[in-house]
């Protein structure tokens, strides 16, 4: 247990459903992020905040949408994906030195 | 250029030998370094940190080169276990802001 919680653990989602990714920590780290990992390739980073502040996005398309209300919380809200957006989605927290990941979300997208 | 490079792999390697995996990074302005292990279909998982004197971890020693922008991991004595794919990481982060970057991994197979 890194105390990075992510829900929910595996989503089956339709191009044309909404839902949202949520991660929280209690570490009190200053710097969450989102990384995809798809099927045999390398993390992406998608998006990082500090301090409760966007401060990276990646060329990430606009179906992804964070949130960050406060430090402990991270969301990733999802709409009208497509089939290629199936992944693992990882949230990490860190606190200016190494990141602690979550066990990450595996979506699938129908 | 990609920002963080490594070598593939994959390192197929018999029980007991002594391994090298290599990394290099684009951002010389990069402050912090570090090597992770990621297993099939979970998270990544912290190895180690890499300091700038290197560093060492039981079987694990850790190296860093800033002029030539270069980091490594060394396995001494291979277990079964330590079948893995393992992720070099640099923090391009500047001003106490961290922006982590992921290396595509170096996969390693031990066999008995």
């Known amino acids: 247990e890194t105390g990075v919680t992510q829900t929910p653990r595996h989503l089956v989602m339709g191009m044309t459903n909404k839902k949202s990714l949520k991660c929280e920590q209690h570490l009190g780290h200053n710097a969450m992020y989102w990384y995809k990992q798809s099927a045999k390739k390398p993390l992406e980073l998608m998006f990082v905040y500090n301090f409760k502040e966007q401060t990276e996005n990646n060329s990430v398309p606009s179906r992804f949408s964070p949130e960050c209300p406060n430090s402990s919380h991270l969301f990733l809200h999802l709409h009208t994906l497509q089939p290629e957006d199936s992944a693992l989605y990882l949230c990490?927290?860190?606190?200016?030195?190494?990141?602690?990941f979550g066990q990450g979300t595996r979506l699938t997208v129908v | 250029r990609k920002e963080v490079e490594q070598d593939p792999g994959p390192f197929n390697v018999p029980e007991g030998a002594t391994v090298a995996f290599n990394c290099t990074y684009s951002?010389?302005?990069?402050?912090?370094f570090f090597w992770y292990r990621q297993d099939c279909r979970k998270e990544p998982k912290l190895l180690m940190s890499v300091y700038s004197s290197g560093n060492e971890d039981g079987r694990f020693t850790a190296q860093l080169n800033r002029a030539s922008q270069y980091i490594s991991l060394l396995i001494r004595d291979s277990k079964l276990s330590d079948s893995a794919t393992y992720l070099c990481?640099?923090?391009?982060?500047?001003?106490?802001?961290?922006?982590?970057?992921f290396g595509a991994g170096t996969r390693l197979a031990v066999h008995p």
């Open positions: 990481v640099v923090n391009e982060g500047s001003g106490g802001y961290n922006k982590l970057i």
């Open positions: 990490a927290s860190s606190l200016n030195t190494e990141a602690f």
């Open positions: 951002n010389s302005a990069s402050q912090s």
